[in-house]
């Protein structure tokens, strides 16, 4: 089946560009996450979904990050005014439930010049 | 506070030799525990996790993986290397035993493979 997607693979941008982040989680997956995987700072969790909410959106390093997702599934991460401290992986992952094994996407590189 | 380390940083290793990454972590229960790989490029992939019950946990790719509560620590093991293990290696945990939503994440272990 197929498992978790994430769309652009790569994503270059000018600083103070807003970019948009896309994650399509495995089909029947309730929870879903994101990460952050930066030089230096190893792997960050970002913000936590269940369903359409986010109950812990804790990681999310400025009020620039936000994040939704709608019906159930597709979920965007929206960086606003981005910088250059921004340039990372950002991984996407889904899950069952909220407490089970986190399948994880290949990820968007975003480079901010 | 809670932590998950994998001291070593780099680890180059011959093929067909044995490997060992180690992993231990810091928090008051044992918590759920998980190994992931990175291949260049790649998203993370799960090789095998612990919830409970037998230490000694098998994963894919002839991985394993043995829980040791007395040392806190969750090392990952292969009897013998091939080239495509080359890759990164994280050890991730799920601190609370009901399980919560926010893996805490080693630092990562590269493996190199000596042909």
């Known amino acids: 089946g197929a498992g978790v997607s994430q769309s652009p693979s790569n994503k270059v941008t000018e600083k103070g560009k807003d970019v948009e982040l896309r994650c399509d989680p495995i089909?029947?997956?309730?929870?879903l996450y994101w990460y952050r995987q930066s030089l230096g700072q190893g792997l960050e969790f970002l913000i936590y979904f269940q369903g359409n909410s986010a109950p812990d959106k804790s990681g999310l390093p400025s009020d620039r990050f936000s994040a939704e997702r709608t019906g159930g599934s597709v979920s965007t991460l929206t960086i606003q005014r981005t910088q250059q401290e921004d340039s990372a992986v950002y991984l996407c992952a889904s899950s069952i439930a909220d407490a089970d094994t986190q399948y994880f996407g290949p990820g968007t590189r975003l480079t901010v010049l | 506070a809670q932590s998950v380390t994998q001291p070593d940083i780099h680890i180059t290793v011959s093929e067909g030799a044995s490997l060992e990454l180690r992993c231990n972590y810091s928090y008051g229960a044992t918590p759920y525990l998980f190994w992931y790989v990175q291949s260049p490029g790649q998203g993370l992939q799960l090789l095998l996790k612990?919830?409970?019950?037998?230490?000694l946990v098998q994963g894919i790719k002839g991985f394993e993986a043995e829980f040791k509560r007395s040392q806190s620590s969750f090392n990952l093991r292969k009897p013998s290397v091939h080239w495509s293990d080359a890759a990164e290696y994280f050890c991730?945990?799920?601190?609370?035993?009901?399980?919560?939503?926010?893996?805490?994440f080693g630092t990562g272990t590269r493996l190199k493979v000596l042909a």
């Open positions: 612990y919830f409970s019950g037998d230490t």
């Open positions: 089909s029947g997956h309730t929870a």
């Open positions: 991730a945990v799920d601190p609370s035993t009901s399980g919560t939503y926010k893996y805490i």
